[in-house]
């Protein structure tokens, strides 16, 4: 976006010349000419920069100065003042001016001030960018796996992100790493140097997600005392990510769609129309089309923001990274704690790789930060996990017999069933067998000799 430059000067000569000069230069230049207009000029414009006279007809420049601070101290106003002034202009300096530049001065060095001024507004904005993206941005910063359906989703990402003006539509189960997709689309972009801000629309009820993402004017509701960008505004020139876009209200939707289309907006209570450019990323665990089946989310903007979809596969369609990701989240997690990063036994890495997970990665991430607790520095063992994990992988074997598996079963009675089963799935190999089980072959011999015993017993 082109910067806002506010100057305020009671001299129209001077002024105008200011005004032509910098709207000549590409900027968006708004003017006033005594304190009271100044003010109105501030609050409606949100100038990046003023250029302040202290003389002003109706006001002191310096009681101007105290107040747009007060309202905005990010605010870079560079104070004009005749020479003699010296001392106000160091009062000006205290009071939260930029710099100064003294009456009369030619058009260039008033051109350079304002260059440097742009500069330190443009690598303050830089910092506030790079602080959001390093509170948004999620572990791991980057997708682990080597299967088939993590390469595919690896290239598909990259095949994207060479698209900067294309939404995308992240769809999957919960869990699934949607934001993490979202994050290296816009990190492999030619956006990355501007922000990548989120937002959750089943977060907010529909008037402070319409808030949250317009914005507003000073005056448009009882508490709005001043304006506020929007998260449009903040996105500009890089990636807006809303999450659960399924939940997103039909009364925002179409102003949603005409954002896609390349239609300007305004804030909430505003006349101003504002452009900006806006690469959006959408993200749903709901099927958006039955959605639309049932009247439930716009066609059209459902078929806009589909333009690249991308699916995320379950972490059952992904098996081979487990255990890539089990590794990952001891390595995060005993950092944390500072713990001594162990390894998983293999009986205990097995019954993670033959686990379901429902809740895909997120699911993992939590397991394992409970196993690092539970091993305290030790590796990790299969008495460390949930007991659901055991459950879940003997529940094939009472399927396998026709029986629903008991919900009263001791860790003990799950162990010989999930070794019972395992044996009848490597077809009673019981060298192949105890490999997955990550125990000895003399190991399983014996524990099937007692398990006969029990038996005959």
């Known amino acids: 976006m082109k910067p806002n430059l506010l100057i305020v ?3 129209e000569s001077m002024l105008f010349t200011l005004q032509d000069v910098f709207q000549n230069e590409g900027k968006n230049v708004a003017y006033a000419l005594d304190g009271k207009s100044a003010m109105e ?65 030619e058009l260039d060095e008033m051109r350079l001030v304002v260059q440097k ?36 989703l690896i290239k598909l990402i990259q095949m994207v992100a060479e698209a900067p003006r294309t939404p995308v539509l992240l769809s999957g189960e919960s869990g699934t790493g949607k934001e993490l997709a ?17 937002v959750n629309c089943s977060a907010l009820p529909e008037h402070l997600l319409e808030d949250e993402l317009f914005g507003h004017e000073r005056g448009a509701f009882t508490d709005a005392k001043e304006a506020k960008k929007g998260l449009f505004e903040m996105a500009d020139g890089g990636t807006l990510f809303l999450d659960e876009i399924g939940e997103m209200s039909s009364t925002l939707q179409p102003k949603l769609l005409r954002i896609l289309e390349g239609e300007p907006f305004r804030r ?51 098996r081979d990274d487990i255990p890539m990701l089990v590794n990952h989240f001891i390595q995060v997690h005993s950092r944390e704690m500072g713990k001594p990063a162990k390894e998983v036994t293999p009986e205990a890495l097995q019954l993670l790789t033959d686990y379901p997970w429902p809740g895909n990665i ?71 067998a105890a490999k997955k089980l990550g125990i000895s072959r003399s190991t399983l011999i014996e524990k099937l000799k007692r398990y006969n015993k029990q038996n005959i017993q």
Request: hydrophobic share 35%; net charge neutral; charged share 30%.
């Open 268 to 318: 909430v209570g505003g006349s101003r129309e504002i452009q900006t450019d806006v690469r959006i990323i959408a993200a749903t665990n709901r099927d958006l089309y039955g959605m639309v089946g049932k009247g439930e989310f716009r066609a059209d903007l459902y078929y806009r923001l589909k333009v690249m979809e991308i699916k995320m596969p379950s972490l059952r369609e992904r």
């Open 117 to 152: 001024a742009l500069e330190t507004y443009h690598l303050k904005d830089e910092v506030k960018r790079l602080r959001r993206q390093e509170e948004t941005t999620t572990s791991p910063k980057k997708i682990l796996g080597q299967s088939p359906a993590t390469e595919q």
């Open 41 to 105: 000029e501030f609050f409606k414009n949100e100038p990046d920069l003023v250029l302040l006279d202290i003389r002003l007809p109706d006001t002191n420049g310096l009681s101007l100065l105290k107040r747009m601070k007060e309202a905005d101290p990010e605010l870079l106003v560079i104070v004009m003042t005749a020479y003699p002034e010296v001392q106000t202009a160091i009062q000006a300096m205290k009071s939260g001016a930029y710099d100064y530049i003294n009456k009369p001065f």
């Open 9 to 11: 000067e009671d001299d």
């Open 182 to 198: 979202a994050n290296a689309i816009h990190h492999h972009s030619a956006r990355a140097k501007s922000a990548l801000v989120k």
């Open 362 to 432: 997120r699911e993992v991430r939590n397991v394992m930060e409970r196993a690092v607790i539970l091993a305290n520095g030790q590796p990790i063992q299969k008495k460390d996990l949930p007991l659901e994990l055991c459950r879940a992988a003997v529940d094939e074997h009472f399927k396998e017999r026709g029986a629903m598996m008991p919900l009263d079963l001791s860790l003990e009675d799950l162990e010989r069933q999930y070794i019972l089963s395992t044996v009848k799935r490597t077809n009673g190999n019981k060298t192949l």
